[in-house]
């Protein structure tokens, strides 16, 4: 059982779980972290409307963070969001 439970903790530590704001705020904050410049979204979700409505948000999140890191006064296009030369 402990096994399972540290295999699922290490899981959760890359699950972004919640509202629009809430899943902004994570994917912002590991982005962060991490220096990821791009990300893959995978959903374990069964019901298929759920699943919809979760990879919309994760767009719509996407969005957002792309709108705002192409800001001309920002600069986070190139060292966030732009691959690696």
């Given at each position: 059982m402990p096994h399972e439970r540290e295999i699922?903790?290490?899981v959760l530590t890359c699950a972004a779980i919640g509202s629009p704001l809430v899943?902004?705020?994570w994917l912002e904050a590991?982005?962060?972290r991490t220096g990821a410049n791009e990300l893959m979204i995978n959903?374990?979700?069964f019901s298929r409307s759920a699943r919809l409505r979760s990879y919309a948000i994760a767009a719509d999140v996407r969005d957002a963070l792309e709108s705002y890191a192409t800001r001309p006064h920002r600069g986070l296009a190139q060292?966030?969001?732009s691959p690696s030369p």
């Open positions: 699922l903790k290490q899943v902004r705020k590991f982005i962060a959903s374990q979700i060292t966030k969001y």
